[in-house]
């Protein structure tokens, strides 16, 4: 009953929207917070809130900085917590304002922190982060560990160079006969691949910019750090890439945050602020080399056990036969155990049961974006890395794993002026030449200008072309679209259009350096040029707090739909000589299955219990009973057998790292 | 646990019959007729480090999940040289808590260096030439428990970080129980006539399987133990599990791919000291790492899709084929033969710091023989039928180690299920030699530690050839020769740019042009285009590489070789 209440009370609360989300303490987000400030911003939250917020420190970087986790919540026990990472690559710095904007919304309204814990970690490679704040600014992803990039006799001895002095790295092209790029034909400060099988010829060799400090013959192969916090956690970890380390968790950070979050099993649910989205485009599948659990072949060293054939692919469905033989009778065996005892490897696409709330999710989250009006005809945000926190945490934790990129540049519209009753090529296409012709000199002088026809093309010439019979109108939409799709070829792709137009609109053209000479001890002839770094994920600091406002609520939202585990009612049936069936109802009232289908996959969420304590003898069932998955919105019935005849009132208790303890107390017996 | 158990516990001896009684003073030379348990360990390694201090260092790598301490034994003659100028040659054990005598090989591989320096020539070289690290007990929780709580031969393995292996929201609730208070956990059976056992005509404790229609005579009900937390399954849930030689870095998969695993690599914080420490000896070129039981030498990789360059199986058979020959019996083979498994210890010494690993399954249970000609083998064994091959080995017990090795079937009253039997192998058998047969083994097993640090690579330097080709233009070259097996750093390290590679240096002069000799004959070289000056380079095992520099001008040169895990070498001429 106190729970209803509780519940009636919540609902209550859904109706209340705060006016401003950062209406009560004067840190604003109109600037990015540089590592030490976000430490400071950290320490304002926490002393402001001190009875329900705490600070962990929970790795020290190789630079010295600290790595901490803000604690929403400190005065909650036994309630679900979400854990939100922010910036592990270091060079998105408006994904660690998110966290720090969403740790100030949740301690403004009290709306979903009554009962919801919170780990809020802005900043877990702040090494890399404080890049932005320097004088010299690349894009930097490292921390401070020390790696010999490239096995020579020093350490960090090459790195870049500001050769044009103007505080950025940014690109460096030499002229060489052996170049690999071209400048682009219609934009030239665009440089493209040569294509040798249309007969071009590279010009151009490109480089970081930066001079070969060693002598090695290698441009700005060895520079400071490190290893990208970002791409070092142990799900599908690069182990060929030099910045990933050796090993998931060589980094003091990525070691700290997944001790961290072990420790912690009430985390139920892991947002990720960064470059992928997986609100907005769910995870990518498609990979291949995972564990097939369909149809397999049973390893040799189980076959003999198993008698089976390991030379014989056998479908799922007889393999858990045959395991079942194995076992007591009546052990439940899934896929995912026989997966798990056969060793037949790791999932490595997200699970056909996860995609269905993904996607569901993210049309319900363009729609959430249309309604504030927020543009999203963007650039694509960026796929989940190998080794990212994100992948992680869906693959080895088992729990919702959602990412948002805060800011991704606007797409340029595509202008194409249509008035009513325009000739489309389509239509020009299906028409007689008769048609075509009767259609008069200055209109087909139109239409070609409309759809860029060469010069030589003039309405007057086609249309004498067309009545000698050497041109049908089907010919020459032919050639219209190819000479369309040549230019398109020729024009810089949608990415390149898109950054070059928001340097151009938002930063006054400053988002691009112009390629310009400068003097460099290798080369005759080099130019440094290219985008800014951070341009393509890093707003100016003015739109920061609308793009806050508008997108993290939705982080918000998508914790109502986690799964909510409950007793929901109980029925007893006596069967005569102090003997009782007891079935007890257990209600996901929740969107959200427990555990996810990748959490039953790797058996990592920690258990649901029914635990029932009382004066009483079990004929069948346990006193813990492992409640098992539960799906959203279900109830699930637990049976017991009970011998008493003392009419006792027993108890059952829902026990979990994850749930809130529900206690029902039960009368035997009337 | 039940109180009547914890009577028992209390009451009863604990030490299972071959380690009571006077063991002796624990004193240099060390004795290997008995087993260490982890305090004596300590002991044995003090008693060394004080016997000679001026050879080794006593340090604590760090610390075990229950506070203990990791120690490991530095061996080095620092009048031949700084620990870290040598090849390392890195040896331990025990990792798995329950495979002790792992422990005692180290000991004895530490024993024999101390002990025999200066007496014999061989012991004497791999001392003055090599640094040498020794961690005798790696899961020093494991050991402790192992020697201190009952146990079967094959529990106490893992690392103590709790796990709930039965999902029941509790963390190692239900250990087996040693009920009849021997200090070992063995087997219970219970008589019953619909049993698919029977006993054995020639030798009631061994039971065999019924054929089908045939009358059984007992149920075999499992380790000794009850049901501590009353879900109606026996020692579901005991210690860990997390398996030490699956929480390393390289190559780790999470425990739903292989159980074990731990939930992140080096989650077990000893095993993470003894990563660092391993990682800030970059010397170390050769690694052992000693295990119970089969008799094997396993190398990497331990799964079929990762793979080594042929030069490296070259460089591991010069230590594998010949291991084979000092431990008559043992099988040499990728690990993966055997069975797949990812973050293994010898995956991270090889892939991550360029060490040529080893794990040296230690003891044969079919050197435990009870027949008139021990070169012969046994009676065949049908398959799935041990019973001759049961018998003899019961025989040993009986009549080579009197009774030591297994505890006689005797009557339990059983909360659960009444009147039941219990007996079986006891917790120092089956995977550990008896001690009588320790001495042997440890010595084996250590020289083939010792054969491998003999392998190390030991680099000669010599300029031999100088001449003036122009005025003012000197061609030097220069040679560097491996009179040893392993090369001076892994094929697998050059390729992936594990760590530095080897550098030939000039100075002293100024390096027109420099690069590897090709062909000699035809004086064929691969110039280098940049910085001709410093060369980078690996020596393979018993074989050179030749350099040649075109060096402008008059003057003394100095060449210096540098290598991570081979002795640096300096040269000069004058030109």
New interface residues.
Partial sequence: MIKKLYYALLTGFLCYLPVSLFAQSDISFNKYHSPPEVQQVLKQLQQGNSAQTEIHTIATSPGGAPVTVLEIGKNLQDVPAVFVGANFEGNIPISTEGALGLAKMLLDSSRYTKNLKWYIMPLPNPDAAKGYFNTLKYNRTVNNFEINNDNDEALNEDGFDDLNGDGLITQMRVKDMQGTHIVLKSEPRIMVRADATKSERGEYKIFNEGIDNDGDGKYNEDGEGGINIGISFPHLFPYNKKEAGQWSGQAPEVYGIMRFIFDHPNIAMVYTLGSSDFCLVPPQGGRKGGANLQNFKIPSRYARMMNADPNKTYPMEEVIEKVKELLPPGTEVTPSMVAGILGLGAAVNPLDEDLKFYTLFSEDYKKYLKAKNFNTERLAPAPAKDGSFELWAYYHLGVPSFSMNLFTIPKVKEEKKKEAGELTMEKAGEMSTEEFVALGETKIDSFLKTNNAPDRFSGQGVIEMMQSGKLTPKQMVEMLSKKDTDDKKDAPDEKNKALLAWSEKEWQGKGFVPWKKIDHPDFEEAEVGGYVPYLENTPKPERIDSLLNIQLPWLLKLTEKMPSVSIASEKITDLGGGVYRLELFVENSGYLPYPIAMGQRNNQPSPVIVLLEGDVKLLEGLKRTPLGNIGGNQVKKLTWLLQSNKKPVISAKIESEVFSPDVKQIKIGG | MKPTIVFILLFASFSTAFSAGNKGKIEVPLRFDRYYNYNEVITALQVLHEAYPDLTKLEVVGKSEENRDIYALTINNQKTGEEQSKPGVYVDGNIHGNEVQAGEVCLYYANMLLTKYGENEKITQVVDNNAHYIIPVVNVDGRYHFFEDAHTPSSSRSIRVPK?DD????FDEDSPDDLDGDGSITQMRIKDPFGNYKVDPEDERILVRTKPHEKGEYTLLGYEGIDN?????LNEDAEGYLDPNRN????????????GAG?????GVGLKAVNEWIGKRPNIIIGFAFHNSGGMWLRVPAEESTSIPQEDVAAYDVIGKNALKITPGYVYMPSYQL??TYGDFDG?LY??FGIFAFTGELFQRESETYRENANKPGQQEDRGDNTERNREQLQFNDNVTQGELYKKWEKYNHPVYGEVEIGGWVKMSSRLPHPFMLPELVHRNASVVLLAAANTPEISMEIFDVKEVENNLHQVRVRLKNKNGLPSMSKESVNK?????D?L?ISGGKVVAGGKINDIRLNKVDYK???PE?Q?LSVPGYGNVEYQFLIEGKSEITVEY?SLKAKNLKTSVKL
Avoid: A, M, T
């Avoid at chain 2, 999902?167 to 509790?170: A, Q, V």
């Avoid at chain 2, 937390?229 to 399954?233: F, L, V």
């Fill in positions: 709930d999902g029941d929201g509790l937390d009353g879900d109606g399954k390393w870095g390289f190559n780790w998969q999470p425990p739903y791919v292989q159980r939930n992140f690599p080096f989650s069975y797949p991270q892939f991550v740019n594990i760590h530095r590679q550098i240096k285009e940049k910085k410093v980078f540098e």
